[in-house]
């Protein structure tokens, strides 16, 4: 099986503009959540979709969102970017609930606000 | 509060000695927890998860309830360990994750 998969690997914005990521999940995988990967503040979860809606959410501002299509690719997008929010980006998988769930990570998108 | 806490943030052994990178929680509920590792320029993977008690690449981990301890034990360390190891606490069986700030674990010839 292919691994979690993301795009873009790396990226380089402006202060103000909005970014989007992509993620698309182990074949039969039907969870997906997003984490922040900054050398401060360490991993943290921002949010995490199952079968298209949000099933958690992490302690960020609104301009952080996301979104699940049908085939349980997932997107998340930041808005007014800002100089902090430069980090890594990782989007994870697990299959469903009742199955464990063994999380699997992406190799991250690297996003640089300037 | 949900908290894991990895107190060392730099673990630097020799080749053949023995390993414990520390991790702590807190949680009120039946914790699940794991270790990942991430090695230079690769993905973060999955070390360990306490339901499994298994022993990975030689290292294990014991969940200690009453300590609130999850500890990553290896008795001799190889320089193929050096990489960054992460503890993470899961919920309720979901895709989300607390994890520790990390240690890095240098093992010298």
């Known amino acids: 099986k292919a691994g979690v998969t993301q795009t873009p690997r790396y990226l380089i914005k402006t202060r103000g503009q909005q970014v989007t990521l992509s993620c698309s999940p182990i074949s039969g995988h039907r969870s997906v959540s997003w984490y922040q990967q900054t050398p401060g503040q360490g991993l943290q979860f921002l949010f995490e979709y199952f079968s298209e809606t949000q099933r958690n959410k992490g302690n960020f501002p609104g301009r952080f969102s996301g979104r699940q299509f049908s085939n349980s690719r997932s997107e998340m997008n930041v808005s007014t970017l800002e100089l902090g929010d430069s980090a890594l980006y990782l989007c994870?998988?697990?299959?469903?609930?009742?199955?464990?769930?063994?999380?699997?990570f992406g190799e991250g998108s690297w996003l640089t606000v300037v | 509060a949900q908290r894991v806490t990895q107190p060392e943030k730099l673990l630097s052994v020799f080749k053949g000695a023995p390993v414990e990178l520390k991790c702590n929680y807190s949680y009120s509920g039946s914790p699940e927890l794991f270790w990942y590792v991430q090695y230079s320029r690769q993905r973060l993977q999955l070390l360990l998860r306490?339901?499994s008690r298994e022993s990975i690449k030689g290292f294990t981990a014991d969940l200690n309830k009453g300590e609130t301890s999850f500890h990553l034990k290896k008795p001799f360390a190889q320089e193929e360990d050096s990489a960054m190891y992460y503890c993470?606490?899961?919920?309720?069986?979901?895709?989300?994750?607390?994890f520790g700030q990390g240690t890095t674990l240098q093992v010298k010839p």
């Open positions: 993470a606490l899961g919920s309720g069986n979901t895709g989300k994750l607390i």
């Open positions: 994870a998988s697990s299959p469903d609930r009742g199955e464990g769930n063994t999380i699997y």
């Open positions: 306490h339901i």
